[in-house]
Each structure stands twice: as structure tokens, then as C-alpha cells.
Nanobody, 115 residues
Framework: QIRVVESGGGLAQPGGSLRLSCEPSRSMLIFSQINWHRQSPGKQRELVATINNNDITDYADSVKGRFTISRDTRNNAVILQMNSLKPEDTAVYYC?????????WGKGTQVTVSS
């Protein structure tokens, strides 16, 4: 069974940075796409950033210029570097890996941006 595990969440001040990591239990090369989503209380889950196996990336407008998604092939991880954090970035962040028609989700990691 394929598992996806997120790490790196925590508390940051406005303007600060956090680095999230998504580690699948199998080589990330088997996935056509790996995404980061987030969900705040009372809101729908939203797609934040995506990267495919050609390293093509895309971002939600709300995070463009602040967040960067990348693949760390040495450590078999997908990284979400979050800079210039805002209070509205507070959410549970989920990693989602897609292989053909199969979807694999992690349990999420909490990110809180507050002074």
C-alpha cells in the first residue's frame, strides 16, 4: 500500500518561512503529479501548488511569488518552500500524489501563521 507523509508544519510569524516535505513510500517517479492542498476551518480544500514528472509547476494565485514547489530526488520528497507567510496561509496542508487514476493523500500538517 502506498503512503504519503507530510512533515515540516508549525508556527511561523507573518513574513516568516516554513518548509514542508512530502515523502511517498515509493519512488515519486511513479506518480504523474504531486500536489499540495490546504484547508482552513470552514473553507473548502484548495489546490496550492502542483508539480508533474516533467517538473512543470503551477500555483494558486494567492501564493504565486511566495511559495515554491520542487522535487528533491535524492531524498524522494516534494518540497513546498513557503516564504513571506501571511495569517491567511494558516491551514492544514495536505500532500496528494496521483498515479494514473489513483489518488493518495497524506494526513496533513498544520501551518499556523501568527504573531
Amino acid at each position: 500500500q502506498i503512503r504519503v507523509v507530510e512533515s515540516g508544519g508549525g508556527l511561523a510569524q507573518p513574513g516568516g518561512s516554513l518548509r514542508l516535505s512530502c515523502e511517498p513510500s515509493r519512488s515519486m517517479l511513479i506518480f504523474s503529479q504531486i500536489n499540495w492542498h490546504r484547508q482552513s476551518p470552514g473553507k473548502q480544500r484548495e489546490l496550492v501548488a502542483t508539480i508533474n514528472n516533467n517538473d512543470i509547476t503551477d500555483y494558486a494565485d494567492s501564493v504565486k511569488g511566495r511559495f515554491t514547489i520542487s522535487r528533491d530526488t535524492r531524498n524522494n520528497a516534494v518540497i513546498l518552500q513557503m516564504n513571506s507567510l501571511k495569517p491567511e496561509d494558516t491551514a492544514v496542508y495536505y500532500c496528494h500524489a496521483r498515479r494514473d487514476v489513483e489518488d493518495y493523500w497524506g494526513k496533513g500538517t498544520q501551518v499556523t501563521v501568527s504573531s
